[in-house]
């Protein structure tokens, strides 16, 4: 019974003493916070794709969810000794002894996606997109495809107080500000849900004369522009003509609904936030070259001219 | 060896075979880094676990522990946040909260004659909520004598650390171990966990154990709340889900009966020390999924059911041959 019980406990070691990584250029290990929503899984697949190209030996550990996952693993890859450490933060707060460590240990470490609330010396470099500038991108197609003719917009908000929903909201309104043919008639808040968006947007057709007064939709996220884009039919209209219907976040199936006409436009919030840290990590370590503290990855715009079909089939893999 | 050995024994044995194992495919496992992060990265969890190693003993089970760490660390940070409180003096209040909390639970237990799954579950709810009530944010807590605790550590030959918390919960074992073994209270929780009714008969005060038992518990959940604060230098009510069912599963790994009346709290240390080294080596390996620490600890959990049915099997049949050799 000892024998046996040990041995249970060994198995899962043992097996992969045989297949014992072999030695590459550089070791990232990478604290990532779950697998919680499509986007993050996307975010990983992409990351382990990234080191595969560059011939990066990946440590991968999930954190589920819970930051003192994120210590130990941060912890173990001090101890590893690894080149770098690749970390989104769960939360921002209480990383400031574990950070240092690993400054001792003169191990660089990058933020994805989410900053963290310690001194800026603890960390390399932060990679994450710009919420304000995605709002902006979405608001200028509008104003750059509609030109001079009136134009009453809906809003469907994020969450409400979610700084996504903020942000996005920001952005759209300074590039529509000053443009007095556009004007946000309805704003109300779709939860970043497929069937709140479609709730909303129901009662937005209803409210402006069966939809006939629209001319445009402004989603905060993709999933609610889908929910919307159900409703804008069934009121017997046609989405993305009678109404011009642009997001954020280019998920796959915002691409279906572009290569169908039914969407207009989507600003990508990328999930490869890996590449760019790459970049920076590879001519910190080989150049010297320290990075700015704040790396702003591209907020693409993607419209029905960019092949959205292809689009689609390479984005359908990444576990969104 | 004497059966009552022999899961303290196999548990031990797993370790040094495991450690071996893992060392034989990454030699900077045995690092002073890495003992010093088992240490320090399992300090909350294995102060908690000496208390639940008690409870578990007198045959309760206590789950509310994790919900009074996360509460503990809130109200530490709102309290250094909100006042200007000295941080010792709003540990002794969380102490002081914990403990009471822990005892009347205890009493609830004793006195109502429920059972601590119940009673503990409804402490569970009560001590997250009261944490959320507090605040549903993440707040830091920046406070200078947390920077001074902070930088209290050794530095090992090697770049590792034994640090305040990590000396903390070795602290915290030695003295269950002495008050396990060497008082009148943890004889008491030995025979408590034997069935109330021989304990009664015995002489011990049943419902004084009870609630001690119990509020031992909760004093150890509040200095391991404590030690999550200082070890994230943060407060935030979503934190140390789940963290009493890996007390109980180092407590059952480190050879105590889930029935109660038998184990010892080393074993619960090696138990901590097992959990600790799946996480390490599955970081180290960094492809596995995390999820195997779960799939390993089950393995584990299974396992040690089968040895202590086995034990008490062997041994049973043991005395009934005796008991035939005698003539009786």
Known sequence: M??????????????????????????????????????????????????????????????QQKQENQIKALRSF???????????????????????????????????????????????????????????????????????????????????????????????EEAIAGKANFKIVRSQTGDFTRAKGKEVMESFLK?????????????????????????????????????????IDAVPDIFQALAAGEANATVELTPNMAGPAFDALEAYLNNGTVPPKWIQTESKLYTQADDPQKVYEEKKNLGY | MKSRYLPLAATTLIFLLAYTLCYAQFPAMLSTRVIGNLFTDNAFLGIAAVGMTFVILSGGIDLSIGSVIAFTSVFIAVLLAGTGLHPLTVFALALVISTLFGAAMGAVIHYLEMPPFIVTLAGMFLARGMAFVLSIDSIPVAHPFYDVLQSLYWRMPGGGRLTLIGVLMLLVFLAGILLAHRTRFGANVYALGGGAATARLMGVAVGQTTIAIYALSGLLAGLSGIVF??????????????????????????GTLLTGGSGFIAGTF???????????????????????????????????????????????????????????
């Open chain 2, 229 to 254: 604060s200082l070890y994230t230098s943060a407060g935030y009510s979503l934190s140390a889900v789940g963290v009493e069912l890996d007390a109980i599963a180092a407590v059952v790994i480190g």
């Open chain 1, 207 to 247: 409210a402006e004369g069966g939809g006939k007064n629209i001319c445009a939709l402004y989603a905060h996220n993709d999933d609610m522009a889908l929910g919307a884009i159900q409703a804008i039919k069934e009121a017997g209209l046609k989405p993305g003509e009678d109404i011009l219907v642009v997001s």
């Open chain 1, 2 to 63: 000892l024998f046996k019980s040990a041995l249970a406990g060994a198995t899962l070691l043992a097996s992969a003493v045989l297949g014992a990584s072999a030695a590459s250029a550089l070791t990232v290990g990478f604290s990532q916070i779950g697998s919680e929503s499509g986007w993050r899984a996307a975010e990983t697949t992409v990351t382990r794709q990234e080191a595969e190209k560059r011939g990066v030996d990946l440590k991968f550990s999930d954190a």
């Open chain 1, 78 to 172: 001090i101890a590893q000794g690894v080149d770098a450490i690749f970390l989104a933060p769960v939360v921002e707060t209480g990383w400031d002894s574990v950070l240092e460590e690993a400054k001792d240990a003169e191990i660089p470490v990058i933020l994805l996606d989410r900053t963290v609330a310690a001194s800026e010396d603890l960390y390399l470099t932060a990679v994450t997109s710009d919420l304000v500038h995605e709002g902006k991108v979405a608001g200028e197609w509008l104003v750059n495809n509609v030109g001079d003719k009136e134009c009453n917009i809906v809003e469907l908000q994020g969450t409400t107080g979610s700084s996504p929903a903020i942000a996005r909201k920001k952005g759209f």
């Open chain 2, 270 to 328: 090696v138990g901590i020390l097992i959990t600790g080294l799946i996480q390490t080596y599955i970081t180290f390996d960094g492809t596995l999924s995390s999820w195997w620490t779960k799939i390993v600890i089950g393995i584990l959990l299974f396992a040690f059911i089968f040895l202590q049915k086995g034990i008490l099997w062997v041994s049973s049949r043991n005395r009934v041959a005796l008991d035939h050799a005698h003539g009786r």
